[in-house]
């Protein structure tokens, strides 16, 4: 088959990460056509991908309004403007590849959700945990019936606290009315949990948390208001953006944005810019605020309780601050559990022994988890949709809007448990 071709809406770090399938297997996929409001952007953009003018487009609903030249649509656009681009899309006739979270609402949800059921579009959500062979492995598993029916499941994100700090601190995911925390950071989280229930919908949700660390009362002494102006401790201090962005390079992509030294570029051609250059840049964004002094008021710690149709209990813990970024996860089952840590690349299988004349027997499982981001799931997500799309047999991990629903409510429900102190029933949440 000739190669698919694709639009790219909304030119950021994650749109130029799944177009980078193009690069590796151009027989596959191939961009022709743009849409962003950054008229620098959107000129980077076009040089890279060799897009004429004429495809060029500042917005997704405006190119969705030209006649229709592409197969599909990546939609990497923030996060309140998915529903509003990608019905658009859907209409057009693209079938759509969309970055998560799906909608900042349920309301919102439900529209696109609605438009989507009643069009013959292909709209599969980016929630590339379900293609990181760490988490396809253990379903593989789960569906092999090798602990059984779930009975308890426990996950963990912990967030570094220099992700912490750029995206949910200083950046654009730092207020409530963007997403809530659990929307913005563990969507994926919350969606494998659904995944591994295979489709038992959850029905009771409490939540508890709150921001009680990044805050102006736990500024130390000597903290100023930016850290490339006025901080007599910057030098000693773990958040600072200086150290992050410029000393160990961490996160461009966020900080940068918008800078026309860096904007436009990515990992697989980012270019040499010089150190002054970045702090000049970094000393006048929101990038450089102390962390104890921004403007957020996103949790920074939450954990939630969730309650399934068959009586499954699970619990998932978003934990910030944390000096290791990974995921755990402990699931127990009817006749086993699995134990793993995502950045170790490996889980346990555990099963009870005692007519062997032991307390357990165990397997370890090692899993490949160098590669992309997101334990190797992005560019296998892009793989898959392309597959979908093509009409092949979709895989185990294949996330269509649809089956992605369940776990939203899990983090709207949440949110609403966490601002009521009370137990959410999501069935009369709609």
């Not at 127990?332 to 062997?356: H, K, Q």
């Amino acid at each position: 088959m000739p190669a698919l071709r694709a639009v790219l809406v909304g030119l950021g770090h994650r749109t130029a990460c799944y177009a980078a399938y193009a690069r590796q297997n151009p027989d596959e996929l191939t961009v022709v056509g743009l849409a962003d409001p950054d008229k620098h952007r959107l000129s980077r953009f076009a040089d890279k991908w060799h897009v004429p003018p004429e495809a060029c487009f500042a917005s997704g609903e405006e190119l969705a309004a030209a006649p229709k030249f592409a197969d599909v649509a990546i939609n990497g656009t923030m996060d309140g403007e998915h529903v509003a681009t990608t019905i658009p899309l859907v209409e057009a006739g693209y079938d759509v590849l969309l970055e998560k979270p799906i909608a900042p609402s349920a309301a919102e949800l439900k529209r696109l959700a609605t438009v989507v059921e009643n069009s013959s579009a292909k709209v599969v959500i980016c929630h590339v945990l379900r293609y990181a062979p760490f988490y396809a492995a253990i379903k593989e598993r789960l569906v092999a019936g090798d602990i059984g029916d779930i009975m308890h499941m426990h996950t963990t994100e912990n967030v570094s606290y220099h992700h912490m700090a750029v995206a949910f601190v200083r950046g654009k995911w730092n207020r409530r009315e963007v997403n809530p925390m659990l929307l913005a950071k563990c969507c994926h989280d919350l969606d494998l949990l659904c995944w591994f229930k295979s489709g038992t919908p959850p029905t009771k949700v409490a939540s508890f948390g709150g921001r009680h660390f990044f805050t102006p009362e736990n500024a130390p002494e000597g903290a100023g208001t930016n850290c490339v102006t006025d901080c007599d401790i910057e030098r000693e201090c773990q958040y600072s953006a200086r150290r992050h962005h410029v000393d160990n390079d961490w996160w461009p992509f966020y900080a940068f944005a918008g800078d026309p030294g860096w904007e436009g570029r990515d990992d697989e051609d980012a270019q040499e810019q010089g150190d002054q250059e970045k702090l000049d840049w970094l000393a006048q964004s929101a990038y450089s605020r102390c962390v104890w002094g921004a403007d957020n008021d996103v949790v920074d710690r939450q954990s939630v309780i969730v309650e399934f149709a068959d009586g499954c209990v699970a619990t998932h813990d978003m934990v910030s601050n944390a000096a290791r970024a990974t995921r755990r996860l402990h699931l127990v089952g009817s006749a086993g559990e699995i134990d793993g840590d995502l950045e170790d690349g490996r889980f346990i299988i555990r099963v009870p022994a005692a007519t062997e004349g032991e307390e357990w027997t165990e397997e370890v499982v090692e899993v490949e988890v160098k590669g992309d981001m997101h334990g190797g799931g992005d560019l296998r997500l892009v793989a898959d949709f392309l597959a979908v799309v093509r009409g092949e047999q979709p895989s185990l991990s294949t996330t269509h809007l649809v089956d992605s629903l369940n776990g939203h409510a899990i983090a709207y429900a949440a949110d609403a448990a966490l601002g009521s102190g009370t137990v959410i029933d999501i069935d009369a949440r709609g």
